[in-house]
């Protein structure tokens, strides 16, 4: 069959870091996949999260004069995202977020950023990052989509800093944000006056042990065990003014640029999860027989196996597209735009449908075996579904896909 990545969107780079990833996630990640749900000190999650750091992934999007390689390609991104989570979204994640976290940084070329932290992220050792950016909702509303809903402007952002002298006070409660708790170095979305709006958007780089920082409780989910998701308090915590990611409204645009990368990625995981659980249908289902032959060649399993494949290949294709006018600024426009944001946004929506429905098939075709640990299927059924809620999730997505066509009010 011919290559499932479409060679008019991939470089020839793209498809020996697709073949890298593709044979350390067979040998590395597949024998021990379920175990991770039970590996709570994260010993087999930390020596996989090593063993990609000893590949070269924690280092690549930094710049070459920090010992990176300046990797900047969205299609580039959402296929290592497909390929990890084809083994582990959670691994995928607890991996990728340390970038997402980066991303502002990078992008502004914050100076002093990068030369306080970026060696300890390019060497050998491995550093993990977080973006915090979700907070709790309060009587009033506020926290989780408020503060990704580009029409509320950020005015909904609590975690507050203020400039004394020459460094940033800040004092908030953050939740739910990947390897919050466990990371090195935080990217903490702060607002210096919510009623600025987006001009007082602040991405701010907080290490781990300073003072004022302190960590609540793991939230435990359903899957992705992988990556942790402790709460994060700050209380008067104090960082050099240098350490903002660039200045009052630039912040706000590189927060959008975060949505957009961060729906995109996205949607390769979800298409990740979506092909394992089909590769184990497909050959389930050629395997056990019912009434006399097997279940494939009946023709009502056809029929969703035949659905299943649809889903799958439009939403790689609906990503791999969406990813490629992403780095096309030149002709698509600014990647922070509505346009683009509408574009990555029917990318993630439409990938975690299909990977919600394709999950959730497989299993009726597999019957009981579908649904024990053995084959996975129930581990991709559980972990796909937090990608289908998280960034935004499939109701305000859908508002950000209006927001590509018309002047949305909501
Ligand atoms: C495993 C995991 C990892 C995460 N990783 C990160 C991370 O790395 N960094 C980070 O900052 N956050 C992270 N999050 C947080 C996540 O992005 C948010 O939880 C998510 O965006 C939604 O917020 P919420 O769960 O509070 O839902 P809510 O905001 O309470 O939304 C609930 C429902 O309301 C809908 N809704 C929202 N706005 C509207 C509207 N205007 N109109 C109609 N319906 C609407 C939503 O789509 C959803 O259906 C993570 C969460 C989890 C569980």
């Not at 011919?2 to 990833?21: C, S």
């Not at 900047?72 to 991996?95: N, P």
């Not at 065990?225 to 200045?247: D, Q």
């Not at 497989?362 to 059924?381: C, P, Q």
């Amino acid at each position: 069959m011919p290559d499932e990545y479409l060679d008019v969107f991939l470089k020839d780079e793209d498809f020996m870091m697709r073949d890298m990833i593709r044979s350390f996630v067979d040998k590395e990640i597949m024998p021990v996949r379920q175990q991770i749900d039970d590996d709570k000190d994260h010993v087999i999650v930390r020596r996989i999260l090593q063993g990609l750091t000893d590949l070269g992934i924690q280092k690549s999007p930094f710049p070459p004069e920090y010992g990176g390689m300046g990797a900047k390609s969205a299609v580039s991104a959402c296929i290592l995202h497909e390929e990890l989570s084809r083994g582990d979204s959670g691994i995928c994640t607890a991996c990728n977020v340390t970038t997402w976290a980066w991303i502002p940084a990078i992008a502004a070329n914050n100076q002093a950023v990068l030369d306080r932290f970026a060696p300890e992220f390019t060497g050998k050792d491995l550093r993990m990052g977080c973006f915090s950016m979700t907070e709790p909702g309060g009587a009033h509303g506020g926290g989780g989509c408020d503060i990704e809903n580009v029409n509320l402007h950020a005015k909904k952002l609590r975690t507050k800093a203020t400039l004394e002298g020459d460094e940033w006070v800040i004092n908030g409660h953050k939740m739910w944000a990947s390897s919050q708790g466990v990371a090195d170095l935080y990217a903490v979305v702060c607002t210096t006056d919510p009623n600025l709006g987006d001009e007082g958007v602040a991405i701010i780089y907080v290490p781990k042990e300073t003072k004022g920082v302190t960590f609540g409780k793991d939230e435990h989910k359903a899957g992705m065990a992988a990556e942790k998701n402790h709460s994060m308090y700050l209380e008067n915590v104090r960082v050099p003014k240098e350490w903002r990611a660039a200045g009052p409204g630039v912040d706000a645009e590189l927060l959008h640029n975060n949505f957009v990368i961060g729906r995109l990625v996205s949607a390769g995981m979800a298409v990740g999860q979506a092909q394992a659980a089909f590769d184990t249908v497909l050959k389930y289902t050629g395997d056990r027989i019912v009434a006399d032959r097997p279940i494939r060649q009946h023709s009502i399993a056809a029929g969703m196996l035949a659905d299943m494949a649809i889903g799958i290949e439009t939403a790689r294709w609906a990503y791999l597209a969406a990813a490629w006018m992403y780095d096309h600024p030149e002709k698509y426009g600014a990647p922070t735009s509505h346009y683009m944001l509408s574009r990555g946004t029917i990318a993630k929506v439409h990938a975690c449908e299909v990977a919600v429905s394709v999950t959730n098939k497989a299993m009726e075709l597999m019957g009981s075996f579908g649904y024990v640990r053995e084959y996975d299927v129930e581990k991709y059924w559980r972990d796909c579904k937090m990608i289908q809620l998280w960034e935004g999730g499939a109701q305000l997505g859908r508002l950000d896909v209006c927001r590509g066509y018309y002047d949305l009010k909501l």
